[in-house]
């Protein structure tokens, strides 16, 4: 059973641009969750989906961040008009249930130009 | 005040010392409890989740104390592997399973 499975590992954005991360969870896992950690902090919870809902999005950045989890394909985080300040490791973690262990994947880490 | 804040390490022990970590949480609400690890800022994977009796795994054992809102780690015996940042974690029932992070604790086992 393969784990979580995230793409690109790495993105290099220049200010201005939109960076797409993707999230595969688990097979048999219907709720992902992604998280963020900037350089030096902890992770920190941004949103939790379930197919085709978002559940919890209270702690995505109001503008220029979104999400979803489409029926067919991965989740995706999608930043747009990136600034420095949004490089970090993103983290999609998934689980059958909402009160299951949650298993993370390798992360995506986005550096911003 | 943090949701979940951890001893700010970081710790530096030699092989076969015991080491302990120590974590708060703010809400009372919080429902689950689990003790991550993360290597070099990789993703975290699970340790170990933590019950109000106590709970051992080889040589880890994690404590919980609801009434100080207190959650605790020790290991024992301690091997160079140990190396990493420890993550105290927990989540709250009406929470929708979020995760809630405190820093993290690193830990460095010397020869």
Known sequence: ???????????????????????????????????RQLPEEGLKFMVYLQKENIIDESGMPKERFSAEFPKEGPSILRIQQVVRGDSAAY????????????????????TVL | RKEVEQDPGPF?????????????????ASQSFFWYRQDCRKEPKLLMSVYSSGNEDGRFTAQLNRASQYI?????????????TYLCVVAGYNQGGKLIFGQGTELSVKP
């Open chain 2, 72 to 84: 605790s780690l020790l290991i024992r015996d301690s091997k160079l592997s140990d190396s990493a």
């Open chain 2, 12 to 28: 530096n022990v030699p092989e076969g010392a015991t080491v302990a970590f120590n974590c708060t949480y703010s809400n009372s």
């Open chain 1, 1 to 35: 059973n393969a784990g979580v499975m995230q793409n690109p590992r790495h993105l290099v954005r220049r200010r201005g641009q939109e960076a797409r991360l993707r999230c595969s969870p688990m097979k048999g896992h219907s709720h992902v969750y992604w998280y």
């Open chain 1, 91 to 110: 983290f999609c973690a998934s689980s059958p249930g909402d009160q299951d262990t949650q298993y993370f994947g390798p992360g995506t880490r986005l």
